[in-house]
Structures are given as C-alpha cells and as structure tokens.
C-alpha cells in the first residue's frame, strides 16, 4: 500500500489508486468534506482518484457537489443534500478562494464584509477579497465577480466566522469602514460601497478606526469622510 497525505490526513490507497475507505455517509468524499470551505479542484483529488474530473461529475450529477465554476467544486452542505442548492456571492467567493489559498488565508473585504455584516440587504454581483499574492479577477457560475488584491494584506485587523461551509475571515467592523472610504470603487458600487460606510459609522469604535487609519497611512482618507459627513449630519 502507498500513502497519500491531503489537507494534512493520511489516505490509505490500493493499487488501482480508488480509496480504501468508504465515503462519508450522504455520499460526498471525506476528502471534499474536510477541504477548505468544502471546495476542491480535480488536481486536489489526483492522490485519491484516477479520473478526479470524472469522479467529480459524477457527485455534480448526483447533487452533492456544486459546480462553481474555474474548475473548482463545493460539497453540497449535509443539510442542503437533495434541494436546489447555490451559494451565495460571499460563500462563493470565499470558497474559490479558499480553494486557490488554502484556509484561513484569504480575507472577506470591502462591499464583501459590508454585506456580511448585514449592511447591504441585497446579493451583490462583485465581492473583494484581499490575499497574499496576486491573482487575477474571475467570473465564477451565476455571473459573480471576484476582485483580488494584495493591498495591506498583512496590515488587515481580522475575525474567523462561520458559515455554511466552513470558516474564513473577514475584516472587523473598523477595518471594514476604512476599506469602504479608502477605495470605494472596489467592488464596482461605490454608491453602495459609501452607504455602508455611512451606517457602520454609528456602529463602531472611531478611535480604532483612526489608529488603524494612521497605522495603514490611510489617515487623509478616513479624515476627510468622517469630517464630511458629521458636517452632512449638522
């Protein structure tokens, strides 16, 4: 027998490269299961599959994986097995990049998070993600944009959250206002983008925002909205 390491577990492989060991109960591979965010690329299952393509046409056709698009799959959630399931922008953006990055790596941002905090009522079309290293825009099943940067990457004041899938990060709160004011057109809706800005304004810590602020040499920036609009306000 042969070994494989994937996602840090040992898989124990026979001859014909087909896994010992059952799938997980409802069908979907234990090694979707256990992926960043449940979403894997065939070249992920290479160890475990001859034909990881097929194989995963195969759980598409069955519904337990998602097909999102730029080769890359999601495991259905167990709860969701058997209805008509889609993500939603943020999971779907989070979880193509988690397949690209890896875990806890890439960062929710901008109109992303404003939406994730609840002050966009409405699916967007675009979500920002921020990541280490550049990688290209893409247009993932259902029309949605993904926009990637390396700005202040490292600089970033984060929180772990769950959804659906998994867990990623997103931006706090403070961090979030200052993304929004500092580049609003990122993401393609700055109207919305300066909007939940406004409404975050009243839920967080202003002094952290400044320090974060001075700290990522945003300071004209956020200094200029937060005195438009308390000017705006009287």
Not at 23 to 36: H, M, N, S, Y
Not at 112 to 127: H, K, V
Not at 154 to 165: P, W
Request: glycine share 8%; net charge positive.
């Amino acid at each position: 027998y042969a070994f494989y390491y994937l996602y840090g577990k040992v898989l124990y492989m026979d001859g014909n490269r087909e896994p010992i060991t059952k799938p997980r109960r409802g069908g979907l591979p234990t090694a979707i299961a256990q992926a960043p965010l449940r979403t894997v690329r065939p070249a992920q299952l290479s160890a475990i599959y001859a034909n990881p393509s097929k194989e995963l046409l195969r759980l598409y056709r069955q519904k337990l994986v998602y097909r999102l698009g730029c080769g890359a799959y999601i495991g259905v959630p167990d709860a969701q097995v058997g209805i008509a399931w889609r993500p939603s922008t943020v999971e779907a953006a989070m979880a193509y990049a988690a397949s690209v990055f890896g875990e806890d790596v890439p960062i929710l941002a901008g109109i992303g998070a404003s939406r994730w905090w609840g002050l966009i009522p409405r699916e967007m079309g675009t979500c920002p993600i921020l990541v280490p290293r550049q990688h290209r825009n893409v247009a993932l099943t259902g029309g949605i944009q993904v926009c990637f940067s390396i700005s202040r990457y490292h600089l970033q004041d984060t929180e772990l959250v769950t959804c659906h899938l998994g867990q990623f990060r997103v931006q706090t709160r403070e961090q979030t206002l200052l993304d929004l004011v500092s580049r609003p057109e990122w993401g393609q809706a700055p109207s919305e983008a300066i909007n939940a800005a406004k409404a975050l304004l009243g839920r967080v810590n202003t002094q952290k925002v400044a320090k974060l602020a001075r700290d990522q040499k945003l300071q004209s920036a956020w200094d200029q909205f937060f005195e438009n609009y308390n000017e705006k306000r009287c």
